[in-house]
């Protein structure tokens, strides 16, 4: 993967490598969770910073779901996440501009 995009989006961060590997993790981290990987793998990079932003949005509330223990799934369609809650399934879209 050419990852000069991603350094190109964290330029102006001192230590860009972190976010780099924190890409890299998030993709597999998707791929083994069954989450949308190849899109997302596409999307982030799509060469489109403001793309790639919220890409970077979604796989961050992806993380802050999981680390709350909760199953996140998803369809190909529709909202980014599901989870359920006290047997309630909630529907979660990330938005950002």
């Known amino acids: 993967m050419d990852q000069s995009f991603i350094?190109?989006?964290?330029?102006?961060?001192?230590?860009?490598s972190r976010y780099v590997d924190y890409i890299n993790d998030s993709l597999c981290f998707f791929k083994e969770s069954g989450l949308p990987y190849r899109q997302l793998k596409k999307e982030i990079f799509s060469k489109q910073k403001i793309v790639f932003f919220q890409r970077l949005w979604e796989i961050n509330l992806a993380f802050f779901l999981w680390d709350?223990?909760?199953?996140?799934?998803?369809?190909?369609?529709?909202?980014?996440?599901?989870?359920?809650?006290?047997?309630?399934t909630i529907w979660i879209e990330a938005v950002s501009p």
């Open 7 to 16: 350094k190109e989006c964290f330029r102006d961060i001192k230590e860009c």
């Open 68 to 88: 709350q223990g909760l199953e996140i799934k998803s369809t190909t369609k529709g909202p980014d996440f599901s989870v359920e809650i006290d047997g309630k």
